[in-house]
């Protein structure tokens, strides 16, 4: 049953974990270089969780900066956007709600690897939408670097550690904040693409054990290279024609931060100028879900991202999946 609401961004939080890993510092075990790095992705450092931290550490202290942000303690529901969960059962969310202090509220987590930021806001609009609840903390966090095998400098160089959330509550379509259409997709021919391929239970029921390296992240970097580009380029294009913008009007890019020759190609395709692309890439790596939250984040502290900008998002990743958002950026407390 849908009530007409329309779910509004009313608080932002994210967090990094404080250990700070360079190129040079990758370069020292890996056959890698800074130069290959920053030319081949725009990545200088990023943050790699410690022994110990894992996603549920993450997402606690990036929801507890939105709840602050947000100006309330309690909400009527949890999402964790996440590739990484504590534990393969149960669902992290809850536990993330529980230490919180949230109480017994609806959590559950999404998964939808780079994209789960997107697909948690569709997941967030339909609690909200429903009348399940009427405010949502959503959140998404990855310790990615756990999944990374840290010999495969294909992936090792890549991708990094954060989270990121906002807290949505019930309001009217046409209000600040308010998300505008959501377009998403996915295309499960091409899931070979990114993958983990063991653990799960098709190869637990094979009855074969698997090799070492298959408990670990893969990926087909070119061709997903490709695909990125052009699923980012069309659901940025839908999303804004649904929104009844002309990309023009776009003030402001936040794409997934998967590589910043990606996040260029997609912006001149779209003829979205340099200036009104939001990136942190070099700093941060490619944190997985978390890596749309943690730009918007990190750019309203920043002052980059201000009241009144309208707002394009899109993400691409494992599934395949991805998808694409538009929302006229709200009044927020940064914590
Ligand atoms: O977040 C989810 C979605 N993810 C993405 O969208 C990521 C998409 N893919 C990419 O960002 C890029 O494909 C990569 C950054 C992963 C790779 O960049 P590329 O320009 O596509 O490189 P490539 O895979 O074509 O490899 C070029 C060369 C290869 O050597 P040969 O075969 O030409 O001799 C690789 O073995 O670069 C080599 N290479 C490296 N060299 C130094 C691959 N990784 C490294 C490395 N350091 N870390």
């Known amino acids: 049953m849908s ?23 990758l370069s020292r075990r890996l056959d890698t270089s800074d130069e290959w790095i920053r030319t081949r992705t725009g990545i200088a450092e ?11 550490d993450l997402a606690v ?27 393969p059962c149960p669902a992290t969310a809850p536990q993330v709600a529980a230490r919180l202090g949230l ?42 670097t756990t999944i990374i095998n840290p010999e495969d400098r294909t992936t090792a160089v890549i991708f990094a550690d954060g989270a990121g959330a ?16 959501l377009v998403l997709g996915s295309d499960g021919e091409l899931s070979h693409l990114i993958e983990v391929p063991a653990g799960g239970s098709k190869q637990r029921s094979s009855g074969r054990p698997a090799a070492p390296e298959d408990y670990f992240f893969r990926m087909l970097g070119r061709d997903t290279y490709r695909h990125a580009v052009e699923r980012m380029t069309s659901a940025s294009t839908e999303a804004a024609e649904r929104a009844g913008w002309r990309l023009a009007d776009v003030d402001r890019f936040a794409a997934h931060q998967a590589n910043a020759r990606i996040l260029a190609a997609v912006s001149d395709r779209l003829g979205i100028p340099e200036e009104r692309r939001l990136s942190n890439i070099a700093r941060v790596g490619n944190t997985g879900a978390a890596s749309i939250p943690l730009l918007l984040a990190e750019a309203t502290a920043e002052g980059r ?24 950026w709200p009044e927020l407390q940064t914590i």
Do not use: H, M
């Open 3 to 25: 009530t007409g609401r329309a779910a509004v961004v009313t608080g932002i939080g994210s967090y990094v974990p404080p250990n700070i890993v360079t190129n040079e510092d």
């Open 46 to 56: 990023r943050f790699f969780v410690s022994p110990g931290t894992s996603t549920g």
């Open 61 to 87: 202290e990036a929801g507890l900066r939105a709840l602050k942000s947000a100006g309330g303690e309690q909400v009527g529901a949890v999402v964790l956007a996440t590739t990484t969960p504590d534990q």
């Open 103 to 144: 109480g017994q509220v609806p959590a559950f987590d999404v998964a939808a690897v780079c994209s789960g930021f997107l697909y948690g806001l569709a997941s967030a609009a339909g609690l909200i939408a429903s009348g399940v609840a009427d405010s949502v903390l959503l959140i998404a966090a990855d310790a990615f």
């Open 166 to 181: 906002v807290v949505l509550r019930a309001g009217s379509p046409g209000e600040p904040g308010a998300l505008g259409p």
């Open 305 to 328: 991202l201000t009241a009144g900008n309208r707002v394009l998002l899109t993400a691409f990743g494992g599934g395949l999946s991805w998808g694409a958002a538009t929302l006229t």
